[in-house]
């Protein structure tokens, strides 16, 4: 009986709502579709495809095989931009997510005023990422420059004023998030955890952040795909400076990230592209990785619960 | 352990401190935009005094200074911005319900394209997607919302399904059966319920594409056209030929319409912004 009201229903709603759609393709899914084969299909598979071609220009590209790669792996700078880019991940990802908690934490203890202050850090997150570097390259050198130095010229500068440019950015944004989860712990938990007896830091590690694990993985996640999409801050904070001039004739850019790195293989050199579509690739790979990881383990947290 | 109202005070004042000291990079380069080239570069922190303050004016050289003017700049900016995100809010929410009312094995494929298309990061594309806007003559500002809706088609089509379908099919089937045909079922009677989502996908892409640097900047042809972040990166290219404090003054120009943007709509906004991240 139930299947039957099932199929009626569903032949009802074909013949009101499927079939007179489906004539209407053309208007509905078409424009979408044709500027997404233009925008994203097209380019990805050509793009795939010139990864295994030497060419300066799409037009002239004659297939190598997997040369690319193999330059690209063998390529010092791209490897120090993949290190590098992942010191600055696994640094930012402790600095913003553990200032970010501490502020949601204390803003949602019925502080006044807190939405206020809400407002105030999250506020440089709506800043993009190039007025954002050249805020904090003057910043910096209008520091630095009493020492007689720069944060174009040192290693060290250069990658704290990236963590510290990042935190500025992110902490509100992730504040956000566990403002949301820090909200959801039920209260009569809470309640029963101080009747038994907890302190305040028992509450807090056996209760709070059990509970809100979703938002802590959410962030996580998030800022490590952040830093490693980096591009724009990247560019005009420092561009890479300072540079290391090898014996071998390369040059190490020593606070260059993957994405820099891509870009200048690209575009600073016309006859690496083949090598630059190759390391695109790769970036690619990484970066879907770190997405499936984090859909396979948000996933099996909805299952258990 | 009742806390006390002098601890709560307490805390008050710590975090308008603490939240002063996080304004303080704006309002630095706020300061330095009334301030005399040299005294941008030799004291970037101190206050304008009566040697340095030079009123307004760098806000007017600013205008001019390098050799694109900045006021086109802008004027592009906004052209870009306000298109493309209206044809992305059209375009993928009408394909987002074709999408999930018509089952067919090609919406499906086109369903999980999008969705694959979020994961790639754009290094992957700019070469091939720069030549192909270029052979197709997507290079001006007019033109450049067909590659956004194609690159940002991922998230937004996203975003409108997983909200599409949980509105019941009884009120599009009521519509149809009252004579509204396909168009009418969809501006008159669906696209009003998507208001939610529609407002949140609107933040999304108007924060993307405003502060958009790498595509515009490979797309459009340099030379006839710039946009904000453009104009911003070629004067800090030129860093020591141009007037710093005019460039300050044009860095609080680009920022106020954000600040503005954000402090009349913010629940919007944080709602927007967040709910595209923890979806994607």
């Known amino acids: 009986m139930k299947r039957r009201a099932k199929n009626t229903n569903s032949a009802v709603s074909a013949k009101l709502i499927r079939r007179p759609i489906q004539r209407y393709f053309p208007l509905f899914l078409l424009p979408t579709f044709a500027a997404f084969c233009i925008g994203f299909i097209y380019p990805f598979c050509k793009g795939v495809y010139l990864s295994f071609c030497k060419f300066t220009t799409t037009s002239n590209a004659t297939w190598i095989g997997l040369g690319n790669y193999v330059k690209a792996l063998n390529d010092a700078s791209f490897l120090h931009a993949f290190k590098y880019t992942a010191l600055v991940a696994i640094t930012s990802l402790i600095v913003i997510n553990v200032l970010a908690f501490a502020v949601a934490y204390a803003l949602t203890r019925g502080i006044k005023g807190s939405n206020i202050f ?188 | 352990m009742q806390r006390t109202k002098f601890q709560k005070t307490m805390q008050t004042g710590l975090f308008t401190v603490v939240c002063i000291l996080y304004l303080m990079p704006i309002f630095i380069v706020l300061m330095n935009s009334f301030k005399s080239n040299s005294a941008v570069n030799t004291s970037t922190f101190a206050f304008p005094n009566i040697d340095s303050f030079v009123g307004f004016s760098n806000y007017i050289n600013g205008m001019n200074v390098g050799e694109f003017p900045f006021y086109k700049s802008v004027m592009y900016s906004v052209i870009i911005t306000v298109s493309s995100s209206a044809l992305i809010l059209v375009c993928t929410s009408m394909a987002a319900w074709y999408i999930s009312r018509v089952n067919s094995t090609f919406s499906k494929i086109v369903y999980y394209l999008c969705v694959f298309s979020m994961v790639v990061p754009f290094q992957m594309v700019m070469f091939t997607l720069a030549k192909t806007a270029n052979t197709l003559h997507l290079d001006t500002p007019y033109t450049i919302p067909v590659i956004y809706l194609g690159f940002g088609a991922g998230l937004a089509v996203f975003m409108f399904v997983g909200f599409v379908k949980g509105i019941p099919l009884e009120i599009e089937e009521a519509a149809s059966i009252d004579g509204c045909g396909p168009l009418r079922t969809f501006f008159l009677v669906v696209f009003p319920m998507l208001k939610p989502v529609l407002i949140s996908v609107g933040v999304l892409e108007i924060m993307w594409i405003w502060n958009d640097y790498l595509l515009p900047y490979l797309v459009l042809d340099r030379t006839k056209y710039k946009t904000i972040p453009i104009h911003i990166q070629y004067l800090q290219g030129s860093y020591g030929h141009v007037d710093l404090g005019a460039v300050m003054a044009l860095i609080i120009i680009s920022i106020v319409p954000i600040i503005i943007f954000y402090l009349t709509c913010q629940k919007y906004i944080v709602k927007g912004v967040v709910e595209g991240a923890v979806k994607g």
Request: hydrophobic share 50%; proline share 3%; charged share 10%.
């Open chain 1, 118 to 305: 809400r407002t105030v850090f999250f506020m440089p997150n709506l800043i993009g990422g190039i007025v954002l570097g050249y805020i904090w390259s003057m910043i910096f050198d209008g520091i630095l420059s009493r020492y007689g130095t720069s944060i174009v010229l040192s290693t060290t500068y250069g990658y704290w004023g990236l963590i510290i440019l990042m935190a500025w950015q992110q902490i509100g944004y992730m504040m956000i998030i566990y403002i949301a989860g820090l909200q959801s712990v039920p209260g009569d938990m809470l309640e029963a955890a101080k009747i038994d007896g907890a302190n305040g830091w028992h509450t807090l590690w056996h209760i709070t952040i059990p509970t809100i694990m979703p938002s802590i993985t959410i962030c996580t996640f998030l800022t490590l795909t952040n830093s490693f999409k980096l591009f724009d801050q990247n560019l005009v904070l420092n561009g890479g400076q300072p540079f290391v001039f090898m014996s071998d004739g390369t040059v190490i850019k020593s606070t260059e990230m993957l994405a820099l790195n891509i870009y200048n293989t690209f575009y600073l050199n016309s006859n690496s592209r083949g090598t630059g579509q190759a390391k695109a690739v790769l970036f690619f790979i990484l970066v879907a990785a770190i997405a499936f990881i984090q859909f396979s383990a948000t996933r099996k947290k909805e299952v258990q619960q």
